[in-house]
T-cell receptor, first 114, second 112 residues
Framework: EAQVTQNPRYLITVTGKKLTVTCSQNMNHEYMSWYRQDPGLGLRQIYYSMNVEVTDKGDVPEGYKVSRKEKRNFPLILESPSPNQTSLYFC?????????????FGSGTRLTVV | GQQLNQSPQSMFIQEGEDVSMNCTSSSIFNTWLWYKQDPGEGPVLLIALYKAGELTSNGRLTAQFGITRKDSFLNISASIPSDVGIYFCAGLSASGTYKYIFGTGTRLKVLA
């Protein structure tokens, strides 16, 4: 089944403790992206990657890192999480063919930083 | 960062009624997408629009790409309880940045 898999689904952590949210897709998509969803603000892009070893900042990149060493994986790293990073996070992927098709989204990771 | 203006923010309707929502921007877009998000899940693509003026249907859903390329509309006919959820528009900017910009969402509740 074609899908984007995120782990974990739920995570509660403490301020300053480094964490990684994994994202993997099995559709051979070039383009992958991370979003955070907050009430009243919709989906805001954190980082995106147009292919292996090519990443770029989205609208809200502060406090986050990403890497794209393999085409299928695009982990989101929070080196020193803070309470304002409490949010619902989505990984998404799509083909990058010059005319974009819609994203396939993962099921989300609900992160709470205390 | 840039966001799309989506309205209404929320709506309560009776089962069987038609629903309309829209998205507007001050910028031009090359692609408009409409997604639905069920509680506890990621958004799922409903309709994609690629040309100004394009009108596309998917079952009871119909969406249009505005002529000015700055807006899009989604209509749901004869709503049913499973239509409940959050509907997002998304636009791919014509500026060449390869970034989708999402609307803030319309929360739909259907009363049986």
């Amino acid at each position: 089944e074609a899908q984007v898999t995120q782990n974990p689904r739920y995570l509660i952590t403490v301020t300053g403790k480094k964490l990684t949210v994994t994202c993997s897709q099995n559709m051979n998509h070039e383009y992958m992206s991370w979003y955070r969803q907050d009430p009243g603000l919709g989906l805001r892009q954190i980082y995106y990657s147009m292919n292996v070893e090519v990443t770029d900042k989205g609208d809200v990149p502060e406090g986050y890192k990403v890497s794209r060493k393999e085409k299928r994986n695009f982990p989101l790293i929070l080196e020193s999480p803070s309470p304002n990073q409490t949010s619902l996070y989505f990984c998404a992927s799509t083909f990058f063919s010059g005319s974009f098709d819609g994203y396939t989204f993962g099921s989300g990771t609900r992160l709470t930083v205390v | 960062g840039q966001q799309l203006n989506q309205s209404p923010q929320s709506m309560f309707i009776q089962e069987g009624e038609d629903v309309s929502m829209n998205c507007t921007s001050s910028s031009i877009f090359n692609t408009w997408l409409w997604y639905k998000q069920d509680p506890g899940e990621g958004p799922v693509l409903l309709i994609a629009l690629y040309k100004a003026g394009e009108l596309t249907s998917n079952g009871r859903l119909t969406a249009q790409f505005g002529i000015t390329r700055k807006d899009s509309f989604l209509n749901i006919s004869a709503s049913i309880p499973s239509d409940v959820g959050i509907y997002f528009c998304a636009g791919l900017s014509a500026s060449g940045t390869y970034k989708y910009i999402f609307g803030t969402g319309t929360r739909l509740k259907v009363l049986a």
